[in-house]
């Protein structure tokens, strides 16, 4: 069962934009993650925040974390034709599960 | 380290078929996934193993669907008989699954049941 989903389902920027995706999910959790995944690929590690942790900065990346509102967000920042792809919210429970959105599908416009 | 390894990359098979996927951990993960890719569905996982355990198969959607963990090195994803159905794109990941940390995926493996 999913236990995140992102929001919105799809996305198109013009490139040099910032892209914001949300992600919103149900139960306790002991982190949240975010994964990238290209056309054909498997899924790429971007980003980890713990359930203790509110925000997290890496390069382009800028996560937030509001465990009250059980939502998540993901910044990129001036965005590159490299970053279209479908982007995963993840949730990392007390199990060591880790339970995957359905993804926003992320297009940067030339 | 090479990263996760999934055997084979593309498979096609006749309905009613068994179906053996295989994956290679990242070497020292003790936390090993199966997860079902779809448009439909989008990624749901099917089992979840820790230091060749498993722990949670509720995600297995039917009798038909098996996984093992012999060995710390390797695990197997069986559907016996396949169905058009189980048509998707099978991911492995490995994780060291202490206090929760990132997953890391294999390449995948497109199963086509026609």
């Given at each position: 069962?999913?236990q ?7 996305l ?8 914001t995706?949300?992600?919103?999910y149900k139960?306790?959790i002991?982190?949240?993650q975010w994964y990238r995944?290209n ?13 203790n ?6 390069g ?10 059980k ?5 990129i920042?001036a ?5 279209t ?8 429970l007390?199990d060591?599960?880790?339970i995957?959105?359905?993804g926003?599908r ?5 | 380290?090479a990263?996760?390894?999934q ?9 009613g ?8 951990p990242i ?6 996934f199966?997860?079902?890719?779809t448009?439909?569905r ?14 949670d198969d ?10 093992k ?11 016996q ?9 099978y ?9 929760g940390?990132?997953a890391?995926f294999?390449?995948?493996t ?5």
């Amino acid at each position: 069962s999913q236990q995140g989903e992102e929001d919105p389902q799809a996305l198109s920027i013009q490139e040099g934009e910032n892209a914001t995706m949300n992600c919103s999910y149900k139960t306790s959790i002991n982190n949240l993650q975010w994964y990238r995944q290209n056309s054909g690929r498997g899924l790429v590690h971007l980003i980890l925040i713990r359930s203790n942790e509110r925000e997290k900065h890496s390069g382009r990346l800028r996560v937030t974390l509001d465990t009250s509102k059980k939502s998540s967000s993901l910044l990129i920042t001036a965005s590159r034709a490299a970053d279209t792809a479908s982007y995963f919210c993840a949730t990392g429970l007390r199990d060591d599960k880790i339970i995957f959105g359905k993804g926003t599908r992320l297009h940067i416009l030339p | 380290d090479a990263g996760v390894i999934q055997s084979p990359r593309h498979e096609v098979t006749e309905m009613g078929q068994e179906v053996t996927l295989r994956c290679k951990p990242i070497s020292g993960h003790n936390s090993l996934f199966w997860y079902r890719q779809t448009m439909m569905r989008g990624l749901e996982l099917l089992i979840y193993f820790n230091n060749n355990v498993p722990i949670d198969d509720s995600g297995m959607p039917e009798d038909r669907f098996s996984a093992k963990m012999p060995n710390a090195s390797f695990s197997t994803l069986k559907i016996q008989p396949s169905e058009p159905r189980d048509s998707a794109v099978y991911f492995c990941a490995s994780s060291f699954g202490v206090l929760g940390t990132e997953a890391f995926f294999g390449q995948g493996t497109r199963l086509t049941v026609v």
